[in-house]
């Protein structure tokens, strides 16, 4: 079985502050890709990244990166001089070699980002 | 290139009766996946179909169901509503091609309410 575990539920910074988020995934494929989804209130996920099992590279996107560790199964998220804007729920999503496009989701961590 | 649209944004039944929920892929996107959200169980997989043919299934009571059309669009239906029914419901377009590599684009959900 699948299955992506967020253990932080909840984290609160100050603007400016550098904030990461954890995610860690169980899955016996050896071909599967992890995701990262941003909740605003709004409701919509907005695609953040993805990243598939072959390539151990970290990514850079602006204020944000990735870290993708295949020895520790983790896969964390990590917000640079965080911005108010930045509030919202984020979801780590894995995906199988199997099962199409199907998205297994983390239970999210809300991020509150305070002037 | 327009995103994912979802109609009705909200809705509001009453127990035992029935709702379609629609959904508009993106443009030249093929697959179509559906999720429920509730505070309870988070993001669940409801089922994914392309060309129009149901290629995965969650564990959804039968109540649940859906049908994709040659433009790609998609409905899912609940029957027998029930209060715990009660979820935003996201739908999410991608390129599909049976390959598992794809990411999927979210729309702004169907909020339901069943009272």
């Known amino acids: ?115 | 290139k327009a995103g994912v649209t979802q109609t009705p944004r909200y809705l509001i039944k009453t127990r035992g009766q029935q709702v379609t929920l629609s959904c508009s892929p993106i443009s030249g996107h093929r697959s179509v996946s559906w999720y429920q959200q509730t505070p309870g169980q988070g993001l669940q997989f409801l089922f994914e179909y392309f060309s129009e043919t149901q290629r995965n299934k969650g564990n959804f009571p039968g109540r649940f169901s859906g049908r994709q059309f040659s433009n790609s669009r998609s409905e899912m239906n609940v029957s027998t509503l029930e209060l715990g029914d009660s979820a935003l419901y996201l739908c999410a377009s991608s390129l599909g091609r049976g390959d598992a590599s794809y990411e999927q684009y979210f729309g702004p959900g169907t909020r339901l309410t069943v009272t």
């Open chain 1, 1 to 115: 079985a699948q299955k992506v575990t967020q253990a932080q539920t909840e984290i609160s910074v100050v603007e400016k502050e550098d904030v990461t988020l954890d995610c860690v995934y169980e899955t016996r494929d050896t071909t599967y890709y992890l995701f990262w989804y941003k909740q605003p209130p709004s409701g919509e996920l907005v695609f953040l990244i993805r990243r598939n099992s072959f390539d151990e590279q970290n990514e850079i996107s602006g204020r944000y990166s990735w870290n993708f560790q295949k020895s520790t199964s983790s896969f964390n998220f990590t917000i640079t001089a965080s911005q108010v804007v930045d509030s919202a729920v984020y979801f780590c999503a894995l995906k199988g070699n199997t099962g199409f496009q199907k998205l297994v989701f983390g239970t999210g961590t809300r991020l509150l980002v305070s002037p």
